[in-house]
């Protein structure tokens, strides 16, 4: 399943219900959202809701506002059964932001 939604902007509860609502059964996913802001109780919940059965997921958020805290919640939380993970955050403010919040995740990736 390939979602693109570039040019929508979705609270972090509509986000949480969108995924909620895919199949459990998917195995490959492929989401771009465009403006999504998400807490760290926010990116736990969205992980856990994403299909158990999941393989193979990219997560490509375009203007994502995530605090370093809420992205390791997020990888954290996803599918035991994933192979392949591609995870784009876009929409930094700067580069201490990027190192900020790069740092934790790439330690939550090679934690997986």
């Given at each position: 399943?390939s979602?693109?939604?570039?040019?929508t902007a979705?609270?972090?509860?509509e986000a949480?219900?969108?995924?909620?609502?895919?199949?459990?059964?998917l195995?490959?996913?492929k989401?771009?959202?465009?403006?999504?802001?998400?807490?760290?109780?926010?990116a736990?919940?969205?992980?856990?809701?994403?299909?158990c059965?999941?393989?193979v997921?990219?997560?490509c958020?375009?203007?994502?506002?995530?605090?370093?805290?809420?992205?390791?919640?997020?990888?954290?939380?996803?599918?035991?059964?994933?192979?392949?993970?591609?995870?784009?955050?876009w929409?930094?403010?700067?580069?201490?932001?990027?190192?900020a919040?790069?740092?934790?995740?790439?330690?939550g990736?090679?934690?997986?």
């Amino acid at each position: 399943l390939s979602l693109l939604l570039c040019e929508t902007a979705l609270a972090e509860a509509e986000a949480l219900a969108l995924v909620g609502s895919l199949p459990r059964e998917l195995k490959v996913l492929k989401l771009v959202f465009g403006c999504i802001s998400l807490s760290c109780s926010g990116a736990g919940s969205f992980a856990e809701r994403l299909p158990c059965e999941l393989r193979v997921l990219h997560l490509c958020f375009l203007d994502c506002w995530m605090e370093p805290v809420a992205g390791q919640s997020l990888l954290g939380r996803l599918p035991q059964k994933l192979v392949e993970l591609q995870l784009e955050l876009w929409g930094l403010d700067s580069a201490d932001d990027a190192d900020a919040t790069g740092a934790p995740l790439a330690e939550g990736v090679v934690a997986l």
